[in-house]
Nanobody, 123 residues
Framework: VQLQASGGGSVQIGGSLRLSCEAS????????VAWFRQAPGKERTFVAA????????NYGGSAQGRSTISRDDVQNTVFLQMDNLKQEDTAVYSC?????????????????WGHGTLVTVSS
């Protein structure tokens, strides 16, 4: 399974972005998918995840209340809607998928990774 993240860009504080993670070469429908982010000089951190069939939505502390993860298995795509963006949200956002159905907070739980998309939030 190959994953392609897109939708990043430059926005002002308080703005919104919708990131997409499109899969090819395999289906996402029976896999959990997550978003992670990595800010310059920092470790990769968990943002959000969704289990198969759209159940079990999980959010990291930074995303709670400001982000929504969703999936469209017909399009083989997972989305991350981010609202009320803050400067500290500036990072490279990557999506990842498991071989199984259930998500996890840990990087090591994911078997497939896409290249990230850069989100820059400025005043």
């Amino acid at each position: 399974v190959q994953l392609q993240a897109s939708g990043g860009g430059s926005v002002q504080i308080g703005g919104s972005l919708r990131l997409s993670c499109e899969a090819s070469g395999g289906t996402l429908s029976n896999r959990a998918v997550a978003w992670f982010r990595q800010a310059p000089g920092k470790e990769r951190t968990f943002v959000a995840a969704v289990n198969w069939r759209g159940t079990g939505l999980n959010y990291g502390g930074s995303a709670q209340g400001r982000s929504t993860i969703s999936r469209d298995d017909v399009q083989n795509t997972v989305f991350l809607q981010m609202d009320n963006l803050k400067q500290e949200d500036t990072a490279v956002y990557s999506c990842a998928a498991t071989k199984g159905e259930y998500s996890d907070y840990h990087v090591y739980a994911y078997d497939y990774w896409g290249h990230g998309t850069l989100v820059t939030v400025s005043s």
